[in-house]
């Protein structure tokens, strides 16, 4: 079956890199998730006192980009999962932080910050047989994608997905309430920025995953894989 490239876009919370991983997994095709980079980018800025509060030092944060001194890659790990390099070192525990996770769409929203990302993920797809999340992927990344998919669920379900996950990752202190506002922030920030605003491509696919199970999910995305790369035979 000839190689398609997948992009699947949507709000926060939603699940869109565990999707995105199974489907790949599933397909053989190669996995990003971008999300990451951009997170990657943040836990780099925090650690070296680029933010200050909602202000970003975007002349040494662009300096930094310049030089090459943010390498972003993904390692595989022996259990077949994908993990977050920054620098040499693996950072998936520090990038799902909420430290990060509240100013991570400050850092998204830098156009200089968005071109360097968006330069690398095209670099990355340019031989397809790819599945990319993200908030642009279907509308900036790749906008001739053949599967585009727009992930969604209620604020309320996404926090409480969030807030287990921290839970599980020994996270005792962050509230529900907190998690909820987070999520909402992000809502706003990310479909009102200036760069690359997230928003449903015309050619997306929606996917309200709410009161979906995760094999429900995975078996609707493979559904919709197995039509679209038929159409490309």
Known sequence: ????????????????????????????????????????????????????????????????????????????????????????????????SMRVSNVVSIIAAIGFVRKAMVKQQQAMGKDKGLVMDGRDIGTVVFPDAEMKVFATASPEVRAQRRFDELRAKGDTTTTFDEVLANVNERDRIDSTRKESPLRQADDAVVLDNSHLTIDEQNEWLYQLYLERAKREE
């Not at 599933?26 to 202000?55: H, P, Q």
């Not at 030089?67 to 890659?73: E, K, L, S, W, Y």
């Open 1 to 96: 079956m000839k190689k398609i490239t997948i992009a699947i876009d949507g709000h926060s919370s939603t699940g869109k890199s565990t999707m995105a991983k199974a489907l790949a997994k599933r397909i053989g095709y190669a996995y990003v998730d971008t999300g990451a980079m951009y997170r990657a980018v943040t836990l780099f800025a925090l650690r070296n006192n680029l933010i200050k509060g909602e202000k970003v030092d975007e002349k040494a944060l662009k300096e930094h980009l310049k030089r090459g001194d943010i390498a972003i890659t993904f390692r595989p790990t022996k259990e077949g999962k994908s993990v977050t390099v920054l620098n040499g070192r693996n950072v998936e525990r520090y990038i799902r």
